[in-house]
């Protein structure tokens, strides 16, 4: 389904996974609407209680996401891009601070904002015909929505400048190699792929995963001698919760524990 609230975005939910496909023929660049409306989105599934994961993926077989549309910035508008910027960053962060599992489907091109949605996504999948760059810089620009960042958190430094500074484009053999995704898959099944590793999340405690994704993120920020003490006081919070009572009594029982999210 789409509505109006999600411009250039469908949303779908199987069980306890939204999958979220990128829809704006024929490249699914982004605009400034689907930007605020794929914030919208990531905040309205985060209160629903039943996603513990959402997959996003590009529509057909060709585009996972080309990024922004160039024609935005070729009179030189500063406030526009300003704008641009603005919306870019609101919309990756929050798919970035999703409180579940977020995976991305790659199944064709990811170029600029195309490759950074996918690099906010905390999982990546990639199919065997798509190709990866930050094209940015060879039009005079740079990645904004997170690119230098989450790129060399992921790849480390120096894939990072070849991609970004050189300007190099990554090919799927590639990607897996240097850690840009974490499963390849045959062209036209990198949905199906993603949707696997997607329903894996469910057997695990949506309470659980929330707090150790955080603690994850974190170490980005903080080094151990910080984020150490806050891992044993999130772990002493979850005593706090319904799925930690369940999740001990299930597997005591020997029985598939019956998760509340709370």
Known sequence: MTTQDYPGLLLEKRGHTALITLHNPPAHTWTAESLTGLARLVRDL?????????????????FFSAGADLKLFADGDKGRAATMAQRFG????TLAAFRGVSIAAINGYAMGGGLECALACDLRVVESHAQLAL????????????????????IGESWAKRMVLLGERVDAATALRIGLTDELAEKGQGLATALALADKVAKQSPSAVRACKRLIQGARYAGPHGQLPSERE????????????EGVGAFLSKRAPQWKNG
Request: charged share 25%.
């Open 90 to 93: 609101e919309a990756f962060e």
């Open 135 to 154: 094209p940015e810089a060879s039009v005079g620009l740079l990645p904004c929505a997170g690119g230098t960042q989450w790129l060399s958190w992921t």
């Open 234 to 245: 999130a772990f002493v919070a979850l005593f706090d919760t319904e799925d930690q009572r």
């Open 46 to 62: 985060d209160a629903d209680r039943d996603i513990y994961a959402l997959v996003v993926t590009g529509d057909g077989e060709k």
